[in-house]
């Protein structure tokens, strides 16, 4: 049977496998009546095996193979099966027990498929020039004043008092921009520019440093991202821009420690950071003369076989891409799919600027204060958050500076705030990709430093001091990977995993600090290694985490063949009586061998033994462990096994 023409361009979205299975009239009717029960599986929903490869070979041209690629990068999985689950439940997909995907339709009315799912408003979709550039210039330039003027909040940004970092672009002339080397003794505002690299850098600055600022940059020649970026320096009346790959040198690992350590400041201080969020490279641009990108939702557009036998399309997103998109109530659906918003360095640059100009499918513009849409009807929107966050990027020097004004100004609704914000980082920053491994820890480290002059508090390796048990409890968060090829971090920190994690939820850890009621293992020392000592954030090569607490050794059951891709098993142990008994659960860090002999370490308790929060290790060498899994235990008939464990000492690396 010849395809449908009126079909053609829906069909088109996947490759023939997915068209006519997964989206066939019999798929998708399975998907549409599927009743979910829960985290155990899906008997009802539509269900298929492939393999890794076969997704990977398909998603250059299908926008479902695609979606389900970009979740799992890693190229030792592609000769792995795979068996997809896709259920429907209260106006949203899920992928499997482990993602909840967000599903809508475009506003304009032509989509079959608008009847019968949620529709994204018209804004979300406004093109980048519904009003003239000079009309959009302007609306900044009248956002910007206005923030200066009035957002008592907001920083000043004193041009006279704002130091400009060593190097910055001097974009007077467009044409022929130039590098001015400041020495960190000249005054002025400056401009920064947030944007994803994607391929290697064409032109950088490294020993032709001499050039660009006797000659001056030939611009026809840079990528587009920086051309958009100078384009918009002129039309905004700013001189100074910074963009990283022509203010570091490229070739000086010295230089490159030099302005890491400034980083924190050099975003703190601008004027304004100009986000090319719409952009996935440096090449692409993010003005609509250079840019190739659809101002479609990209990857993530699937058929939807509507229950009148229709045929309409629908976008997909994660529910959990809340995360991706910064802070604030103002971000909208296309917000959290827009490339910046999935790389981890940019989220420390969209954080810590007083201001930023967003160029995405629209423009918006986002103060400490309030966020606007740019080319639509204008609305200053309050940000909720404003109290937190302006309490976070009050500008401090010290750490004891932090001290003082938390023992006199701070309250202890705003510590609790921190804490919380702090929680929102981690679980946004560690849902996003950067290139090199290495780079987990730098690519945060100026928003952990601002967070450490707020709190006073000490980082060790991704967790703080001051929550340290808190943060130990920490899991993995949807996806499973393997461990980085090379050393990152001790095993018991985030960062010692690839992709996300969750912190321990449903706690209320200043209550359970103080209450006699709840027992705790006892932290006696935490050591950090740390690659260069100037970057007391940055790459660590070394650590120890020394606990005093109870060792129980146990044996994982995995519940079905299928287990192994979530990664997750029951605990079980001996009874008394020889009999194997079930004591909790294990949510295994990372794709690995995992020996027979492992152990529990309980970390937090009640008396009643009606919960346990821990850890699982195995041994790294004869005295010491080192962290494979997270583990817990909620009302399983063998509560007191805990009791008959004496204290030791224990060492984890």
Known sequence: MEKDEVYAPVESLVCDVCWSGLFSVEGWKTVLASNVPGHEGYPDGFSYETTWKAVHDAERNCHWCRFIAEQWKYDEAKSLPMKIWVAYRDSNLRLASEYMLDIFTQSHGNDNAAKYVKTVMAKEQTDHWSITKEQCYMTVLKCLQNCLRTHTMCPRSDPTTTLLPDRVIDCSNPRKPRIVETGGTQYGSYVALSYIWGDKQPLTTT???????????????FPATIRDAVTVMHGLGQRYLWIDALCILQDSPQDLITQLKKMCQIYR????TISAACAETVQEGFLPIYSSRSIQIPNAHIPYRCPDGTLGTIYICHEKAKYY?????????????????????????????????????????SCQTTSARINSPLSCNPRTDAGVINALLRPRNTPSECEKIMSTEQKESERSAFRELWLDVLRN???????????????????????????????????????????????????????????????????????????????DEDKWSADPEILKVEILECEVELKNKDLPFGEVTGGFLKLKGRLKRAVVRYGSEYDYTWYTGDAFSKGPNGEMVQIGMFDFDAKEHIPEEIYIIPFIWDAQKSFIYGIVVIKANKDQYRRVAHFDQFGYSDHKWIDDLEEQEIVII
């Open 207 to 221: 020993k032709n440093i001499d050039k660009y600022v006797n000659e001056g940059l030939d611009i026809s020649q």
């Open 269 to 272: 201080n601008n004027l304004f």
């Open 325 to 365: 998109s910064g802070f604030g109530p103002n971000s909208g659906i296309q917000d959290t799919l827009d490339p910046i918003n999935r790389r981890a360095w940019c989220l420390q640059e969209r954080f810590l600027p007083p201001r930023n100009v967003i160029y995405a499918n629209s423009i918006s513009f």
């Open 429 to 507: 920053y560690t849902a996003r990709r950067a290139s090199y491994a290495s780079d987990k820890f730098p690519a945060l480290a100026a928003l952990v430093e601002q967070f450490h002059l707020a709190t006073g508090d000490q980082y060790l390796a991704g967790l703080w001091k001051k929550t340290l048990l808190f943060d130990l409890l920490w899991k993995r968060a949807h996806r499973f990977a393997p461990r980085p090829q090379r050393y990152r971090a001790p095993s018991w920190s985030w960062a010692a995993r690839e992709e996300g994690v969750s912190p321990i939820h449903q706690v």
